[in-house]
């Protein structure tokens, strides 16, 4: 079995920039951003999913409820790590979410893969919520 872990600092910025850019619209309540990096096959957990939820078209049916009605002011991405090996690479970071001076902090860990057309699309999404000291 052949196995190769990089750290290339354009594959890290490549997929740090996707991130940061979904952020930017999921913080105006606008979920496509998400969407738009995500793969087919992509598979979705969070803390309010009763199971894994399966493929682009159901991420987008849970997505549409929620439409409009998140906002953030202000984010940040706290510790962003990516590893990458062969066409997979992981990005976990811990999520600072201000609504005015309320904050969320949540844990994400993403899998995106390089599709043939050279874009990374997203395959697994995992959102946990971490309590507020």
Not at 62 to 82: F, Q
Request: charged share 25%; net charge negative.
């Amino acid at each position: 079995m052949s196995f190769s872990q990089t750290i290339k600092p354009e594959i890290t910025e490549t997929i740090i920039a996707l991130e940061k850019g979904a952020l930017e619209k999921w913080n105006q309540g606008d979920p496509s951003g998400y969407l738009k990096i995500s793969a087919e096959d992509v598979t979705y957990f969070d803390p309010v999913t009763e199971k894994r939820l399966e493929g682009l078209d159901n991420l987008t049916k849970y997505y549409e409820p929620i439409r409009g009605k998140v906002e953030a002011t202000r984010y940040e991405m706290v510790s962003p790590k990516v590893k990458a090996a062969n066409n997979i690479a992981v990005l976990t970071f811990t999520l600072h979410s201000y609504m005015g001076e309320k904050l969320s902090i949540w844990n994400c860990t993403e899998v995106y893969r390089l599709e043939p057309d050279g874009q990374w699309k997203i395959i697994h999404t995992h959102w946990s919520s971490v309590m507020n000291p």
